[in-house]
């Protein structure tokens, strides 16, 4: 039986739990023109680090996964922002008091049998990537949760995107609703369109109608970047961004073949009904 790792954005689902948690004691604090109490931090860390471990249940639970991984971000700039200074420009930091807490956190998921990677140069986004496509080219399963857009690039029949939050797949039907094309194209659509969330630019005057039909002409970016046949407005336009196009590409790409230095059984589930048996060494594989 195939193993299926489940790969947990951690920080996207911690940072979501926080908000939540945080929310009423912010509203009040505006009210009432304060800062939050340190007894009120401490009671929104405790309430985040009991809801974050509610929500790891329920996803093992749901996904009867084989194997299961949290995986960080460094506190440290990753090699985009060394790339492009712009690169997630503005973004809200997160709150010290949350960073302080996450290894809290991080034990409280090994206590559910779960460990956490945490990156270094490279983001969580790109260490997930390389789990999910390594799995996948040894007829493993993988499910991303996570309700990063940028992972529907990685929709296969063998990598699953799931939304906690919303008890959802985001699958090829909700790419094609949302953006009408298919996973394989979103790289070329948001190097055309730019993306806006981690501050991408795009080609200027090209928006998300003109890039997804264009797409759907002609395949690929590359090949329209090479036909004679596009409007001479639109073919301008690309001319006057090649170098940001090759840039904006670069950054929008998720590593797939980051040398992680361990073995798939180091993170299977001791719960799991797929158990190691009979000399099964599928579970094996170096990652």
């Known amino acids: 039986m195939p193993a299926h790792l489940v790969l947990i954005d951690a920080l996207n689902l911690i940072r979501r739990i926080y908000a939540v948690q945080e929310r009423p004691f912010v509203q009040s604090k505006m009210q009432l023109d304060n800062e939050l109490a340190i007894e009120t931090q401490k009671q929104v860390l405790f309430n985040t680090q009991n809801a974050c471990t509610n929500a790891l249940e329920k996803i093992l639970n749901h996904q009867q996964a084989s194997h299961a991984l949290a995986v960080f971000d460094s506190n440290q700039p990753c090699w985009r922002h060394n790339l492009y200074d712009g690169y997630k420009k503005g973004r809200k930091k997160m709150s010290p008091h949350l960073a302080n807490e996450l290894p809290n956190i991080q034990d409280a998921f090994l206590q559910l049998g779960v460990d956490s990677l945490v990156s270094e140069e490279d983001e969580a986004d790109d260490l997930i990537a390389t789990l ?6 040894h007829g493993q399963h993988a499910t991303i949760v996570s309700t990063d857009k940028g992972f529907l690039s990685l929709l296969s029949p063998t990598v699953h995107v799931y939304d906690y939050f919303n008890r959802r797949y985001l699958d090829e039907q909700h790419v094609k609703d949302k953006f009408d094309i298919k996973p394989t194209q979103l790289i070329d659509l948001w190097t055309l369109t730019g993306d806006s969330t981690n501050k991408i630019p795009g080609v200027a005057g090209i928006g998300q109608i003109t890039a997804s039909s264009l797409l ?29 196009i090759a840039l904006s590409r670069q950054l929008l790409t998720l590593k797939q073949n980051i040398p992680l230095g361990f073995n798939l059984k180091d993170i299977r589930l001791d719960t799991s009904l797929n158990k190691k048996e009979n000399g099964n060494t599928s579970y094996d594989q170096v990652l």
């Open 216 to 244: 759907n002409q002609y395949g690929s970016l590359a090949a329209i970047l090479q036909s004679d046949e596009i409007k001479p407005a639109i073919k301008e336009k690309l001319n006057n961004s090649t170098e940001q």
């Open 132 to 137: 999910a496509t390594k799995m996948s080219l």
